[in-house]
């Protein structure tokens, strides 16, 4: 069950529902705010949160596990248990362009803020850098059949993922699209400069996998959350 809250009551306003586990949900940076979810169920939803049913639904042969949205909404970005990455146009459903480069299960994919790039996690030990350019609705194709050059532009590597504990890590970007974080098994948080692929931290403090890294919006200030049951908030010199 994916669930819509009043921050300022603490009041459920509204409840979704898939099958089975939700393993990741993204929101648009824009209203009208649009949900995008994905679950063990093997479907993709986008919910409009002014109505009570999906206003997309995308059917997978297999579990999915990450997902991305752009801030207009209008280019879903998935990926699963098949290694491969995906977007569609959520207008028509229609899937775009596949990004093929991870050689196991994708669990973190996050656009960056000027929505140029995508990065992604995974169990192969890799955190891929991708060139968003022509995945946005910015310059999508119009033909449905379009083709193009997807290209990952760079490999990032250090962090740990244990492929027996099956856990999605999530990656992101930093405000100004120049650092990058991913979770990483062996409980440390780690970032990269993004241009030069040096791993700037590798910060200790949690005492069990680090799951997800996030970076403030505004500040040179990150927040980690861990199987440790702990959230970690620190400040950076970038």
């Not at 959520?90 to 790039?117: C, W, Y």
């Amino acid at each position: 069950r994916l669930r819509t809250y009043d921050i300022e009551t603490s009041d459920c306003i509204k409840s979704f529902f898939h099958d089975d586990v939700i393993n990741d949900i993204a929101v648009n940076g824009t209203g009208p705010y649009m949900v995008l979810s994905v679950s063990d169920d093997k479907y993709a939803s986008m919910w409009d949160l002014r109505m009570k049913e999906s206003t997309c639904e995308l059917k997978f042969p297999y579990q999915l596990t990450c997902c991305a949205l752009s801030n207009d909404a209008r280019t879903a970005f998935i990926s699963g248990i098949d290694q491969t990455i995906y977007s569609f146009d959520t207008r028509t459903s229609k899937p775009l362009f596949a990004m093929q480069g991870h050689s196991n299960i994708v669990t973190g994919i996050a656009l960056s803020h000027d929505e140029t790039q995508l990065v992604s996690n995974a169990m192969d030990q890799s955190l891929l850098l991708w060139d968003a350019k022509l995945l946005t609705s910015k310059a999508t194709p119009t033909n449905n059949n379009a083709s193009g050059s997807v290209r990952c532009t760079g490999k990032y590597y250090g962090h740990v993922h244990h492929q027996q504990s099956y856990q999605l890590l999530r990656c992101s970007f930093n405000k100004d699209d120049s650092k990058l974080t991913a979770g990483s098994s062996d409980s440390f948080v780690n970032v990269w400069d993004k241009i030069t692929y040096r791993m700037l931290y590798k910060l200790p403090g949690h005492r069990g996998s680090v799951n997800e890294v996030v970076f403030h919006p505004l500040e040179p200030i990150i927040a980690s959350c861990s199987n440790d049951n702990t959230v970690l908030v620190g400040e950076l010199v970038l």
